[in-house]
């Protein structure tokens, strides 16, 4: 939307063979928080993208789904411990009780419960492993944490809230799926909303855009969804574009005044 940033606040741009080049893209069209689903990939990812900061971060993740299926184990977890001091940004982290993956509950639950340890510790301290984090400083930068939540919203929270996380971090569950209570808990305890066009066009998303207060909105795209050797850079632009227009039609809003207040907003995290 011409002279509003549209900001991509979930996408995975290690995921591509040609990430410089898409981000290049997201630089242009206004920005991008792209999120990591193993600690291993975040610092060569982050190198790799250094040139496009602030326009473009890159956020230390461990996905569930990684460590669902053993990809990502306790090593995986010690490192996300290790790197997370130095991590501004938290994506992708959660759980997911998919009942393909709800017999790896407990496992999901144990790294989680790490992760979100490590990030509610302020910026710059060290490992937090094995310990509840303190509240921290009120003048400490807050981290930001993208989250996935399938089948497991207040499981989540529970966790989120009993470390800290909720306090200590300005957290976004991404493509929320959760039922309408567990939304209401969920912006009550202050957290943010990303939306992307498939959500947008199921009827449950669309309700959950219209309860969702417009200052905890975000827009998303969750692009790519998976590895792939290339990918289009001219996507980028019209995929942001038809996420707001979809939010806009379910909101009844005007389009435009809702993509300023959503470009705020991002634009507040993203140079936050």
């Given at each position: ?7 991509d ?12 080049e898409?981000?290049?893209a997201y630089?242009?069209c206004?920005g ?5 689903c ?6 060569r ?8 900061a ?13 460590v ?8 995986e ?10 991590a ?7 759980l ?12 999901q ?8 340890v490590?990030?509610?510790?302020p910026?710059?301290?060290g490992?937090a492993?094995?310990?509840?984090a303190?509240?921290p400083?009120?003048?400490s ?9 399938s ?10 809230e ?7 971090c300005t957290?976004?569950?991404h493509?929320?799926s959760?039922?309408?209570?567990e ?13 992307n ?5 199921t009827?449950?998303g669309r309700?959950?855009a219209r309860?969702?207060p417009?200052?905890r ?17 001219q ?5 942001l ?14 389009e ?6 959503i ?10």
């Open positions: 939307m011409e002279g509003i940033p549209l900001i606040t979930h996408c995975h741009l290690d995921f591509t063979g040609n990430a410089a898409l981000a290049a630089a242009a206004g991008a928080l792209s999120g990591t193993d600690p291993r990939d975040f610092e990812a982050r190198a790799e993208l250094a040139r496009f602030p326009r473009v971060r890159v956020g230390l993740g461990l996905h569930p789904w990684w669902a299926d053993g990809t990502c184990g306790e090593g977890v010690a490192l996300f411990e290790r790197l997370a001091p130095a501004p940004l938290i994506s992708e982290v959660g997911d009780f998919q009942p393909r993956r709800v017999d790896t509950r407990d496992a639950i144990e790294a989680f419960e790490r992760v979100c490590a990030s509610a510790r910026l710059g301290e490992n492993a094995g310990r509840l303190a509240r400083p009120a003048e930068p807050r981290r930001i944490m993208s989250i996935h939540s089948g497991a919203a207040t499981c989540t929270l529970d966790v989120l009993r470390t800290g996380c909720l306090d200590a957290c976004i569950f493509w929320f959760g039922s309408q209570e939304l209401t808990r969920a912006i009550e305890s202050g957290c943010f909303f990303s939306v066009e498939r959500m947008l066009k009827k449950r309700a959950y309860a969702i417009e200052e909105l975000l827009i998303e795209t969750d692009f790519p969804s998976k590895p792939a050797p290339t990918t289009i850079p996507e980028v632009a019209p995929r574009g038809r996420t707001m227009s979809l939010l806009a039609e379910a909101r009844g809003a005007d435009r005044s809702l993509a300023s207040a470009a705020d907003a991002s634009e507040r995290l993203l140079l936050s």
